[in-house]
């Protein structure tokens, strides 16, 4: 193989950034399913989570509706933040987190597709979960699509920003801890907002205004997230 | 056809309180291999990262086809391969994936490629394998698979001869030879001497502070 | 030639001896104003009319509250300086800030507490702005914490660097979104901190508070700086001649 052949192959070769964002997330995917049984965990947190909040208070319906769409949220929170820990952890172990930032295409863009996948295996999942959680504290059915919907574009800003909070914390021994520290105050306005269009959902009322910030959230977090999510791993590979 | 070059000025690199690389300069041209040597903890890795980029000297350069790599990052790295000591694969992926998505967002590879590159690394019938079930000598190969597919440059690689019995060790040597034959260049630390024809070999030695 | 004085801003044994000749011109009249605004403000000025006597805790309140978030923008603006010029000064600077600003924090918290009690009873209201301030108390918490993960100097100030930048931007985020929060759920009671009417008697001693409170936090931060210097450049020669003279 000649230099030519070497140099000039570099440029015409390269797939498309569509093409590597489709690789990076079906890859991710891939090894989702490859131990799909993993999938489960964060949704039974999820549910026990849920299920202490009657134990601790009340068994009652009446009294479990008011607080629902907070107690989902704090479960939903917490469930995510368990998942957040492996987001990049495998990659920064065996080295494919390296190849990435090595690969001469844009580590922020690699990112958001390993940050998507994160999002359609951890964050859509308790998203459809989440009505059944409500129902057992009271909710009625019909809230059901407003919950899927606040949790769902919750879920993507909170795996967005969560994911800032994986990459800084890469290499760090039990870092779980100080991962939550990090993630949570920097995760109140996804809280507040959310927590309140699930409540308005829960209340048959319209949930659009809270919905609306929420988006606008999650619209900068996709924006911003990355970028900062791919400084994090630089560093930690320096 | 033969300006491919990589130079390294005078780099300083601190590692906390560790002066690392004190100085350190070095050229390589199209067609030549590098080899690093030097006791544990002389720097052969951190070498090798400042060259990619990856860790930044508080001092020094690191020039490309004559334009300082910090220019443009992300072309020096389009141009590059690094290897280090762990071959970057995914244990719950199958050979055949593993280079698909490793190389393949780098460049348009299809199955047959993939297939004829692991015949080259000699391990033919493994690309269906899931690579935990691979032996550390085959996942190193399937590495190797990955470093002929990529076809570029510059060949950065931290003890490629690791896992490798001596026909492994042979095959490195071979690979390396054809690569550089073709005006590539190549960078290797090492512990034990390359299989690589003299006439195309360099040496840099690191001592240890 | 005009950014000179910028790139000598890069090096330690510099920076460390501005920050000894400099401190003293911010801590004595830091000294004085906040000596003299007590004074003023806790035994000249009138009580309010509403509060009585309980309202003087905004003296020290409000300057925390103010201080404690002007510190996190230093902490945040040094900290992008570093990023973007690698510059470990700026890293240290940062550093610095932090148990600063965490205490500016932790005072207004405080202060807000002893304020409530005498207004409403309680010590601890979900008002606002003691809301926002236990939140950025606990990102001051958490970029500590994330400081002292590492054992690496320059990954730790690197990472804590993109922290801090990130709050920065989110900081009024939250900030916004606590108050509308607060909104929601307006409860019967008078619960804001409802500032009593400032008279030109209250504000003067309220202002050198302000004033005060800043040169404070330059007197602090330059002598934490000087600390901060001195330990990471421990092994550099220009040390010893600089610690003796």
């Given at each position: ?13 390269a ?6 964002a ?5 890859r991710?995917?891939t090894l ?9 965990q964060?949704l ?10 009657p134990l ?10 008011p ?12 469930s ?18 390296e ?26 999942p ?7 959680a ?20 919750g879920?993507?800003a909170?795996?967005l920003?969560g ?12 870092s779980?801890?100080?991962l ?9 306005p ?14 048959g ?10 988006a606008a ?9 990355p ?11 320096e | ?10 780099l ?18 199209g067609?030549?291999?590098l ?7 002389a720097?052969k890795?951190?070498?090798l990262?400042?060259?990619?980029g ?8 690191v ?14 790295h ?8 762990e071959?970057?694969?995914?244990a ?8 698909k998505?490793w190389v393949g ?35 190193r ?21 690791t896992?490798?019995?001596s ?6 040597g ?9 005006g ?5 630390a ?11 070999l ?8 | 030639?005009?950014w ?33 605004a ?20 905004l003296?020290?309140h409000?300057?925390?509250a ?36 965490a ?11 002893l ?8 010590y ?5 702005r003691?809301t ?14 994330l ?17 801090a930048?990130?709050g920065?931007?989110d900081?009024?985020?939250i900030?916004y979104?606590?108050?509308w ?25 309220l ?22 210097i001195?330990?990471r ?13």
């Amino acid at each position: 193989m000649s230099v030519t052949a070497i140099t000039v192959a570099g440029h015409e070769d390269a797939p498309s950034a569509f093409t590597v964002a489709r690789l990076a997330l079906a890859r991710d995917l891939t090894l989702a399913y490859r131990k799909r049984e993993q999938l489960i965990q964060p949704l039974a947190f999820f549910a026990i989570v849920t299920t202490l909040f009657p134990l601790a208070i009340t068994p009652e319906l009446s009294g479990l509706r008011p607080i629902a769409a907070g107690v989902l949220w704090v479960a939903a929170l917490l469930s995510a933040l368990l998942a957040l820990e492996f987001l990049f952890r495998d990659d920064s172990h065996d080295g494919t987190l390296e190849q990435y930032a090595l690969s001469g295409r844009s580590l922020t863009w690699l990112l958001f597709a390993k940050t998507a996948a994160h999002w359609a295996l951890t964050g859509v999942p308790l998203a459809l979960v989440a009505p059944l959680a409500a129902a057992a504290l009271g909710a009625p059915i019909s809230a059901a699509p407003g919950i899927v919907v606040s949790i769902a574009i919750g879920t993507v800003a909170l795996s967005l920003i969560g994911a800032i909070g994986a990459a800084l914390t890469l290499g760090v021994k039990r870092s779980g801890a100080l991962l939550s520290l990090l993630t949570l105050p920097l995760s109140v306005p996804i809280v507040i907002f959310g927590a309140r269009a699930t409540e308005l959902a829960l209340k048959g009322e319209s949930y659009a205004a809270p919905v609306e910030l929420l988006a606008a959230i999650a619209v900068l977090g996709l924006t911003l997230a990355p970028l900062a999510a791919a400084a994090a791993v630089r560093i930690s590979l320096e | 056809m033969s300006e491919l070059s990589l130079r390294a000025e005078n780099l300083h690199l601190w590692r906390g309180e560790r002066h690392v690389l004190r100085g350190v300069a070095l050229e390589v041209t199209g067609g030549e291999v590098l080899q690093v040597t030097g006791t544990n903890g002389a720097g052969k890795t951190t070498l090798l990262r400042a060259l990619c980029g990856l860790m930044h000297p508080e001092e020094g350069r690191v020039v490309w086809g004559g334009r300082d790599v910090r220019d443009d990052l992300a072309t020096f790295h389009g141009a590059l391969i690094y290897l280090g000591h762990e071959p970057p694969l995914k244990a719950d992926l199958t050979a055949c994936e593993n280079l698909k998505y490793w190389v393949g967002l780098r460049r348009r590879i299809t199955v047959t490629r993939i297939a004829s590159a692991l015949e080259s690394v000699g391990i033919p019938g493994l690309a269906e394998r899931l690579v935990r079930t691979l032996s550390a000598g085959q996942k190193r190969r399937v590495a190797l698979a990955g470093l002929v597919l990529l076809a570029v440059p510059l060949w950065l690689l931290d003890e490629p001869t690791t896992n490798l019995d001596s026909e492994g060790q042979r095959l490195v040597g071979r690979l390396i030879e054809e690569h550089t034959g073709g005006g590539g260049l190549t960078v290797a630390a090492v512990h034990h001497e390359l299989a690589v024809s003299p006439q195309r070999l360099r040496r840099l030695e690191l001592a240890r502070a | 030639m005009t950014w000179t004085w910028f790139h000598r801003l890069a090096s330690p044994p510099h920076v460390y001896r501005l920050a000894q000749k400099l401190t003293p011109w911010f801590a004595w009249p830091a000294g004085i104003l906040i000596l003299a605004a007590l004074y003023d403000g806790l035994v000249l000025a009138p009580p309010d009319y509403q509060q009585g006597d309980g309202f003087r805790i905004l003296y020290v309140h409000a300057p925390s509250a103010y201080m404690s978030v002007l510190v996190y923008m230093t902490m945040a603006t040094a900290a992008a300086v570093g990023l973007i010029w690698r510059m470990k000064v700026a890293h240290a600077v940062a550093a610095s800030c932090a148990p600063v600003g965490a205490s500016f924090t932790a005072t207004a918290l405080l202060t807000g507490m002893l304020w409530g009690r005498p207004m409403w009873g309680t010590y601890w209201e979900w008002d606002p702005r003691l809301t926002s301030e236990l939140l950025l108390f606990f990102i001051y918490l958490g970029y500590m914490g994330l400081r002292s993960a590492f054992d690496d100097v320059q990954r730790a100030d690197r990472a804590s660097a993109v922290l801090a930048v990130v709050g920065a931007v989110d900081v009024p985020i939250i900030h916004y979104s606590v108050v509308w929060w607060n909104s929601l759920h307006q409860p019967a009671s008078l619960l804001r901190f409802g500032k009593p009417t400032i008279f030109i008697s209250m504000l003067i001693p309220l202002l050198m508070m302000f004033l005060g409170f800043t040169l404070l936090f330059a007197a602090l931060l330059l002598t934490r700086l000087r600390g901060e210097i001195l330990r990471r450049e421990r092994t550099a020669s220009w040390i010893e001649q600089a610690v003796t003279s």
